[in-house]
T-cell receptor, first 112, second 109 residues
Framework: IAGITQAPTSQILAAGRRMTLRCTQD?????MYWYRQDLGLGLRLIHY???????GKGEVPDGYSVSRANTDDFPLTLASAVPSQTSVYFC???????????FGPGTRLTVL | GQNIDQPTEMTATEGAIVQINCTYQ??????LFWYQQHAGEAPTFLSY????GLEEKGRFSSFLSRSKGYSYLLLKELQMKDSASYLC??????????FGAGTTVTVRA
């Protein structure tokens, strides 16, 4: 692994189903982030974690949850997917909150 | 919250110069970033300004005026591969990034 990986690459999901998007980084970065990107709205922060064991809410946290059990992994869970959660999801990490962020390749999620 | 504005689209000719403006209103300020994003790919870091002035990095330069809430990204000697979206992002007092909607630059031969 080099950098940040996300899985799956894309997914079509029925409304009401539970889904976990995975994110793993091997750079030993302390901070990790989840964004969604929608046409015309840019990247919006969903949740973040400044260090393992801590998480915080971003701009659009409703309907999403995260956990940060260790430094490398930062999964994003949709407890009960809705069509408005159709988006491209990017995970990112940075050495600390003060450095530039590095982005994963993204997960394209469609909720029907 | 943050309010970040940048033009939606710009078109320029190969070899030319293009300037992408970004204005912002923020609750606290801890730096401004520019990212490049090619279609279907992840954003990649281009530049960072935290003090007023110009930062030059090869063909790309970024300028910041904190008093005016204004930044620009200057792309010189445009190449076809520079066709992409350019994202302006501001880091607030809590060290979280807020992104503008992005400017799509199309380079024509």
């Amino acid at each position: 692994i080099a950098g940040i990986t996300q899985a799956p690459t894309s997914q079509i999901l029925a409304a009401g189903r539970r889904m976990t998007l995975r994110c793993t980084q091997d750079m030993r970065h302390n901070a990790m982030y989840w964004y969604r990107q929608d046409l015309g709205l840019g990247l919006r922060l969903i949740h973040y974690s400044n260090t393992a064991g801590t998480t915080g809410k971003g701009e659009v946290p409703d309907g999403y949850s995260v956990s940060r059990a260790n430094t490398d992994d930062f999964p994003l869970t949709l407890a009960s997917a809705v069509p408005s959660q159709t988006s491209v999801y990017f995970c990112a990490s940075s050495e600390t909150g003060t450095n530039e962020q590095f982005f994963g390749p993204g997960t394209r999620l469609t909720v029907l | 919250g943050q309010n970040i504005d940048q033009p939606t689209e710009m078109t320029a000719t190969e070899g030319a110069i293009v300037q992408i403006n970004c204005t912002y209103q923020t609750s606290g300020f801890n730096g401004l970033f520019w990212y490049q994003q090619h279609a279907g790919e992840a954003p990649t870091f281009l530049s960072y300004n935290v003090l007023d002035g110009l930062e030059e990095k090869g063909r790309f330069s970024s300028f910041l005026s904190r008093s005016k809430g204004y930044s620009y990204l200057l792309l010189k000697e445009l190449q076809m591969k520079d066709s992409a979206s350019y994202l302006c992002a501001v880091r607030d007092g809590d060290y979280k990034l807020s992104f503008g909607a992005g400017t799509t630059v199309t380079v024509r031969a």
